[in-house]
């Protein structure tokens, strides 16, 4: 484990943060130094119109669409511009969210796969990992995604995860697609409010996560090296995560789910503090390949600001 930071360098890492995009300031401010809920909010408010998130918006096509399309392989699309927004926290309330958003809900459709073709955006298609965060963008900027939650609920599988490939006989579930709709079931459960089946299926679903210390094999307690399907290593970390599982996108859920004092992550909680660098930041440690819309952080091996700001927070939430 790194030495604890001196009060001077975790001084110099907030000021590092705040000297930075809205997007990450409110963040910071809200979830690591505790400012006025109104200076927060003043903030926040500022990621429509400044910045990363005023810089995606101008983006969208007249068509309602990012990149032309409701999803793609090149992470430019619809979905995962407004995966983006919504980490961003761009206020929902806001009248460029509902232009946006509106826009999407009109104008989006899914197209390529005659099981799909034609969906509203909003209601989804057939792959369980991209449904998870089809109903998390939604859920967050108040759409009606019930149907994609029920689809979701119907969907896992007798280990209490999910998986894309169970529509080919896979059994077992997968980290990645787990995580997906897990951020799902927990934004409806925020923004719409949690109803018995909502609540149990993440519950169910959070053990998943839990009985593997969020990185290991149930069966043998090894060490997951490489995912499977994608080659990712789930113990370094990404910003944006995408589809792709790690730790600190585990720990991430359990903070925003409210998991306290449960001697399962505290294996986990050392990893993320084992990779704060000497300066007390944490870098990029893998960009996936795409293109991005813009670009928000200084690149693959480069300090991270995303990742900083998420891996204090997680620290701060299990030390609280």
């Avoid at 927004?85 to 009248?95: I, N």
């Avoid at 307690?221 to 944006?240: N, Y």
């Amino acid at each position: 484990m790194t030495a604890t930071p001196s009060g001077h360098q975790e001084h110099n890492v907030i000021q590092w943060l705040l000297d930075s995009d809205p997007s990450i300031r409110w963040q910071v401010m809200q979830d690591l130094i505790g400012a006025p809920a109104e200076e927060v909010n003043a903030e926040r408010a500022r990621v429509a119109v400044e910045g990363f998130g005023a810089q995606l918006l101008a983006l969208q096509k007249d068509d309602g669409s990012w990149g032309g399309t409701a999803w793609n392989r090149g992470w430019d699309s619809t979905m995962h511009v407004l995966m983006l927004l919504r980490d961003m926290g761009l206020e929902p309330a806001s009248s460029e969210a509902h232009r946006a958003v509106t826009l999407v809900h009109d104008r989006v459709i899914w197209r390529g796969n005659a099981a799909y073709e034609g969906n509203p955006f909003f209601a989804g298609e057939v792959e369980t990992c991209i449904n998870g965060q089809v109903g998390a963008v939604g859920a967050y900027f108040g759409q009606d995604v019930r149907g994609i939650i029920d689809r979701l609920i119907g969907e896992q599988l007798p280990d209490g995860g999910w998986n894309c490939e169970a529509v080919n006989g896979s059994t077992r579930a997968s980290f990645n697609t787990t995580i997906c709709v897990l951020e799902a079931l927990l934004e409806y459960e925020l923004r719409v409010g949690g109803t018995s089946d909502v609540t149990q299926t993440r519950l169910r679903g959070q053990e998943y996560l839990l009985e593997r210390r969020l990185f290991r094999r149930r069966s043998t307690g090894e060490v997951i090296d490489q995912d499977r399907k994608g080659g990712a290593a789930w113990t370094r970390f990404a910003f944006p995560t995408w589809w792709h599982y790690d730790v600190l996108r585990g720990l991430e859920y359990l903070r925003r789910a409210g998991v306290r004092h449960d001697e399962r992550v505290s294996e986990a909680v050392t990893l993320v503090e084992s990779k704060r660098e000497p300066d007390g930041r944490w870098s990029l440690e893998v960009q996936y390949p795409g293109k991005m819309p813009i670009e928000i952080d200084e690149g693959e091996g480069n300090p991270s600001r995303w990742n900083t700001l998420r891996a204090l927070r997680v620290l701060s939430w299990y030390n609280g």
